[in-house]
C-alpha cells in the first residue's frame, strides 16, 4: 500500500498571487468545498461557487474570515455572487 502525501501549496500559491499563505490556505479550502456551479467569464477565467459556512476553517471567527475574502478579491481570486451565503472563487 503506497502512502499519499498532501503537497502543501500554499507559500507558492501566496507567492504568485500576491497573497498572504493563510488567505492562500483558505483559497485551498475553498477549492476543495466547491459546488457543481461554474462558470466561465469574458477574460476566460473560470469559477466555482462555494457556501461560504463550508469554506470557513475550524476556529475562525466570520470577521477574520471576512477579512481573508477581501484579500482573496483583491487579488483577483474571489468575487461575491448575490447574498452573503455564496461566493465564486477562480479556479
Known amino acids: 500500500m503506497t502512502k499519499t502525501r498532501k503537497i502543501d501549496l500554499a507559500p507558492a ?3 504568485i498571487w500576491g ?3 493563510p488567505a ?6 475553498m477549492l ?3 459546488d457543481s456551479f461554474r462558470e466561465t467569464d469574458a477574460d476566460g477565467n473560470e469559477w466555482a461557487q462555494i457556501y461560504l459556512d463550508n469554506a470557513i476553517p475550524t ?3 466570520r470577521r477574520s474570515f471576512a477579512g481573508y475574502l477581501r484579500a482573496l478579491q483583491r487579488a ?3 468575487k ?8 465564486m472563487v477562480r479556479i
Do not use: K, N
Not at 492562500?24 to 479550502?29: P, S, V
Open 59 to 61: 476556529g475562525m471567527s
Open 24 to 29: 492562500a490556505r483558505i483559497r485551498e479550502t
Open 80 to 87: 461575491t455572487q448575490g447574498d452573503d451565503c455564496f461566493g
Open 19 to 21: 497573497i498572504s499563505e
Open 32 to 34: 476543495e468545498t466547491t
Open 76 to 78: 483577483g481570486l474571489y
Open 13 to 15: 500559491m501566496a507567492a
